[in-house]
């Protein structure tokens, strides 16, 4: 399988807990995205990575979240801390050549439940 | 600052009849739009995308959507769905940047 790939798909934990999530990306694909999703609501934004540099991180990520993504090929997503207001779908996607233009490839998601 | 409404949270329809699902957007500059789907427990996947050209854009699995400027709309079409059609759908900007801006998606529930 050459898509985009998440792991775990579930993650169930404590509030307080710290979680990471992974994200592996097409390979020959340079652009690598965060979202988060909610029952009912559309991918929100959360990080933007250009090869390994975060180029861009919304404004609703607070300081408890962290993406990296060593030498520009998986990335990982954690959460510090775990509140049940995380709880969500994390989506990854990634793309390549003109930023924007071009069609972003999803994974399916890891599903955060925070207890 | 863009964003995106999509104006049915649920469309319910029966197959073979034709659908449409509506969006609007709001945006100060030219925007790149798409249109998406995600079926159960799978990632979004691309239908069709309008960067510049012909308003009228084709994409897969029969899906077509217009391009509105002076309505800002992009609605896509079906002239007859099939039950496996059956998934949410969300309509997306951009303005050339790494930032899309998704609607909060319309869920299409086709009966037979």
């Known amino acids: 399988d050459t898509g985009v790939s998440q792991d775990p798909r579930h993650k169930i934990t404590k509030r307080g807990q710290n979680v990471t999530f992974r994200c592996d990306p097409i390979?020959?694909?340079?652009?690598l995205y965060w979202y988060r999703q909610t029952l009912g609501q559309g991918p929100e934004f959360l990080t933007y990575?250009?090869?390994?540099?975060?180029?861009?991180k919304s404004r609703l990520l607070s300081d408890r979240f962290s993406a990296e993504r060593p030498k520009g090929s998986f990335s990982t997503l954690e959460i510090q801390r775990t509140e049940q207001g995380d709880s969500a779908m994390y989506l990854c996607a990634s793309s390549t050549g003109l930023a924007g233009v071009n069609e972003q490839f999803f994974g399916p998601g890891t599903r955060l439940t925070v207890l | 600052a863009q964003s995106v409404t999509q104006l049915d949270s649920q469309v319910p329809v029966f197959e073979e009849a034709p659908v449409e699902l509506r969006c609007n957007y709001s945006s100060s500059v030219s925007v790149y739009l798409f249109w998406y789907v995600q079926y159960p427990n799978q990632g979004l996947q691309l239908l069709l995308k309008?960067?510049?050209?012909?308003?009228l854009v084709k994409g897969i699995n029969g899906f077509e959507a217009e391009f509105n400027k002076s309505q800002t709309s992009f609605h896509l079409r079906k002239p007859s769905v099939h039950i496996s059609d059956t998934a949410e759908y969300f309509c997306a900007v951009n303005t050339g940047g790494f930032k899309t801006i998704f609607g909060a998606g319309t869920r299409l529930f086709v009966k037979a």
């Open positions: 309008y960067l510049s050209g012909s308003t």
């Open positions: 390979s020959e694909h340079n652009r």
């Open positions: 990575f250009q090869n390994e540099a975060q180029l861009e």
